[in-house]
Nanobody, 125 residues
Framework: QMHLAESGGGSVQAGGSLRLSCVAS????????MAWFRQAPGKPREGIAA???????YYGASVKGRFTISQDIAKNTLYLQMNSLKPEDTATYYC?????WGPGAITFSTNWHAWGQGTLVTVSA
């Protein structure tokens, strides 16, 4: 059973940057596609970036060019570097993992095998 733990959220002004981390444990990291989702109050959960064990990457349109997903396989850790943050990026950010989905699945599915508890990112104008 894969367990995921996010960290790195916080408050930042518009235009600023944050880096989120997600430490995975309990199963073989490279067997999973890893992803970041976010959910703002009153809105559906949105897939924003994903990466597989071969480092194939997919970004959602809302973050492409501003956010960068990466991973350190030796540390079983997933990262999300967020630059040029906007108030509309305010949300709880979740790490997710799945053995079956490829990175592009973030565009059509939130039915991923494992989820972290989430970390809150607040961007002020």
């Amino acid at each position: 059973q894969m367990h995921l733990a996010e960290s790195g959220g916080g408050s930042v002004q518009a235009g600023g940057s944050l880096r989120l981390s997600c430490v995975a444990s309990g199963d073989t990291y490279t067997a999973y596609t890893m992803a970041w989702f976010r959910q703002a109050p009153g809105k559906p959960r949105e897939g924003i970036a994903a990466i597989d064990s071969e480092s194939k990457i997919y970004y959602g349109a809302s973050v492409k060019g501003r956010f960068t997903i990466s991973q350190d396989i030796a540390k079983n850790t997933l990262y999300l570097q967020m630059n040029s943050l906007k108030p509309e990026d305010t949300a709880t950010y979740y790490c997710a993992a799945d053995r079956t989905w490829g990175p592009g699945a973030i565009t059509f599915s939130t039915n991923w095998h494992a989820w972290g508890q989430g970390t809150l990112v607040t961007v002020s104008a």
